[in-house]
């Protein structure tokens, strides 16, 4: 029934690539678990007390609460589908509690770091380092996410208008505004790869060889342009954070940010106003005479 589950997870609830091969895994991490503790029984015979045996076991290999989680909500997801197709009359994960988690703020980039860190970054015509300007000022200018970024379309990008349109989680597509500056730093790729690169793919960030963008490639340049700021974390999501960090403490609606993100739940969202409260937390500190 594995099989069929992840067949409707890609066909049916359209998951990314990613989400799929994380599903693929903690089902087999649970079979595994399953074949060697408890005499191979299958996944789809397992009940509650099998279950919970799994999670703590977890629990006892000091596994994060975070990605415990993450397996209980994959087998949540995948009993549900099995009831569905009643294949199993009780679902072993009634009774089953996801783990208190410890509320982590995003990581972002200050803004005055950022401004200096992009300001620093010398013109030039030579491909790589023109790709890599637009890939910083894309990530941090529209708050993509990587995958977005790595599958961004030239027809995708309305260069009248200054918008572009991504293809997020579940196929769901959405429309981000874009500065002049992105613009102008788009046309100026599109001008040096159209000259320098043979393209093998219609993607808008590409390879010297001419194919598409991937993930570690993608970090890597991050991690080079972020490698002055005191961020804890430098990677492409740290740069969405800071998107939405910056638009919040500008002022920006909540839920404009919850559409220009693509979250499908404002309290997604609203994680990103506890760095915005603690900003104002500070001005009325420095400001108020009674703080």
Not at 35 to 60: G, I, M, P, T
Not at 164 to 191: C, H, Q, W
Request: overall charge positive.
């Amino acid at each position: 029934m594995g099989d069929s589950f992840i067949k409707y997870l890609q066909f049916e609830k359209r998951y990314s690539p990613k989400t799929i091969l994380s599903y693929k895994t903690d089902l087999l991490q649970f079979q595994n678990f399953l074949n060697l503790e408890f005499d191979a029984v299958k996944s789809e015979q397992a009940n509650h007390s099998l279950v919970r045996s799994w999670v703590v076991n977890l629990v006892e290999a000091k596994l994060d609460p975070v990605s415990i989680n993450r397996k209980i909500a994959c087998l949540r997801s995948y009993y549900k589908f099995l009831m569905k197709q009643e294949v199993i009359t009780k679902d072993p994960m009634s009774k089953i509690r996801i783990l208190k988690t410890k509320k982590k703020l995003p990581h972002f980039v200050q803004e005055n770091e950022l401004s200096v860190t992009l300001d620093r970054i010398e013109p030039s015509s030579d491909f790589e380092q023109v790709r890599d300007q637009l890939l910083i000022e894309l990530l941090y200018g529209t708050g993509m996410r990587l995958s977005e970024l790595i599958g961004l379309k030239d027809h995708s990008i309305n260069m009248r208008d200054r918008t572009l349109k991504v293809l997020g989680k579940r196929n769901k597509e959405r429309v981000i505004p874009f500065s002049d500056t992105v613009a102008k730093l788009i046309e100026s790729y599109k001008m040096v790869r159209n000259k320098n690169v043979e393209r093998k793919q219609d993607n808008l960030l590409l390879t010297e060889a001419g194919e598409s963008l991937y993930p570690m490639l993608v970090n890597r340049i991050t991690k080079k342009y972020l490698k002055n700021v005191k961020a804890e974390k430098k990677s492409p999501h740290v740069l969405r954070h800071t998107y939405a960090t910056h638009l919040l403490n500008k002022g920006a609606e909540i839920n404009a940010v919850k559409d220009l993100l693509g979250h499908s739940s404002l309290a997604a969202t609203q994680v990103y106003t506890h760095n915005s409260m603690e900003k104002l937390k500070k001005v009325f500190d420095q400001a108020h005479p009674k703080a």
